[in-house]
């Protein structure tokens, strides 16, 4: 899937240096590794990436 030319594509940075963020990070994926990319279908259903090379490939 290329995502690059996707219009509807909203991507939030947050750093784990703002206490909330971080305890979101732990809370939803269980650990407070980064990079994390958190993917949000929409319909309620989250998915927690934590993989580099796992996370280029989604956005490619």
Known sequence: MNLRNRDDLNVELRSTSDRQH?????????????PCLRIDDGSGNVQWMYESDDIIRYFS
């Open 22 to 34: 971080s305890a979101d990070l732990v809370k939803g994926g269980g650990k407070s590794q980064v």
